[in-house]
């Protein structure tokens, strides 16, 4: 976070406000580029430099919403270098387990076994990867670091009704098959390993046809593959500040209202409008294409607040896998200290 002081005690409004947001308007985009440099605004007074303690006492994170699979927080006093490597982290360096090997034993089914083989690593697998270790190049499979499933399915006419059976292989046909001891390290039925979902589609089977295969489950990240990627999506967006002059009032803040797709204002009592929920807000701009509106309306994002969105693919909870981006990020600043102090001395 930025230590702000000024040489003659007066704060600069508008320095202050390109420092810390970012404007729309309708020509384009103001104030896009942060400044980290700690001697940017030396010859006016501020200092630009990191203060540790200000970080603490402004760093924050909010929950906003929660679901095992999806998580909406609130991360407040961090630049943006900050804020998307986490982003980067949780997308392509937290590891799952996927399906990596797939020996097909029998397919007569009109599908090619590397497309059949494909969907079957796009499966997510439901199972904590921080039980099993990274599979070394050119080794066995062990308990350790592999998980077998058995994928064997056979279509057929029942004989009295017609009724075609096991149409669709889906992914509730992939059977988990313990070795070792693994039966040992999920004695809990809910935390044994099997697909996230029972009804994904695997292909469409006709009478006759045939799927028997062994798929051998490996622990990697993202960054090798994105079937290892434990997210659907990662994103965050800025938080959005509206700023609407006292000067509109009625029929024109009447007019204003109606010009927002996403019903962001509102109208108080007193007539004024106000941004009553800033985060819908799109940043269409259509609010400001009137340039009299524009003149009145001022469109900013904080520079240092940012609302995260994580869906997870259901192989880890939402929540788990900011935890442990959280946790790959201070190892890399662990690295990059220990390169610096090797350095140094």
């Not at 929950?63 to 991360?75: A, D, H, Q, W, Y």
């Not at 009295?160 to 509730?172: M, Q, V």
């Not at 524009?294 to 900013?300: A, D, G, L, S």
Request: hydrophobic residues 35%; proline residues 5%.
């Amino acid at each position: 976070m930025v230590n702000k002081s000024t040489t003659n005690g007066v704060s600069d409004p508008n320095l202050e406000n390109k420092r810390t947001k970012v404007t729309l308007t309708n020509s384009g985009v103001e104030n896009a580029r942060g400044t980290y440099y700690n001697g940017a605004y030396t010859s006016v007074g501020y200092d630009n430099s990191f203060n540790l303690d200000r970080f603490k006492e402004n760093f924050k994170i909010n929950i906003l919403s929660e679901t095992p699979n999806e998580l909406v927080f609130e991360m407040i006093g961090v630049d943006a270098p900050i804020a998307n490597a986490l982003r980067r982290i949780m997308i392509s360096e937290v590891p799952t387990m996927a399906i990596e090997k797939v020996y097909i034993i029998n397919n007569t089914s009109i599908l090619q076994d590397e497309v059949l083989a494909h969907r079957l690593g796009m499966i997510p697998i439901k199972v904590d990867p921080r039980k099993f270790n990274f599979k070394l190049p050119n080794k066995e499979y062990t308990a350790e670091d592999t998980l077998i499933f058995q994928l064997k399915v056979k279509c057929e006419k029942d004989a009295i009704t017609g009724k075609i059976i096991n149409e669709t292989a889906l992914s509730k046909h992939l059977v988990w098959v313990p070795t070792q001891d693994q039966e040992d390290m999920f004695p809990n039925e809910e935390d044994r390993p099997r697909p996230m979902e029972d009804d994904i589609p695997i292909m469409k089977l006709r009478p006759g046809q045939v799927i028997d295969i062994q798929c051998y489950c490996e622990k990697n990240i993202g960054r090798e593959h994105i079937k290892w990627s434990p997210v659907c999506t990662a994103s965050y967006r800025l938080q959005p500040v509206i700023t609407v002059d006292k000067s509109i009032k009625g029929d024109k803040a009447n007019e204003l209202l109606q010009k927002c797709p996403k019903n962001v204002f509102d109208i108080e009592e007193s007539g004024r409008v106000v941004a009553a929920r800033p985060l819908d807000c799109t940043m269409c701009r259509e609010c400001i294409r009137d340039p009299e509106f524009e003149e009145n309306v001022k469109i900013e994002r904080v520079r240092d607040h940012f609302i995260f969105s994580i869906e997870s693919t259901g192989a880890l909870k939402s929540r788990e896998i900011f935890q442990e981006a959280i946790k790959i990020f201070i190892e890399k600043c662990n690295i990059v200290e220990e390169s610096i102090n090797k350095l140094v001395n």
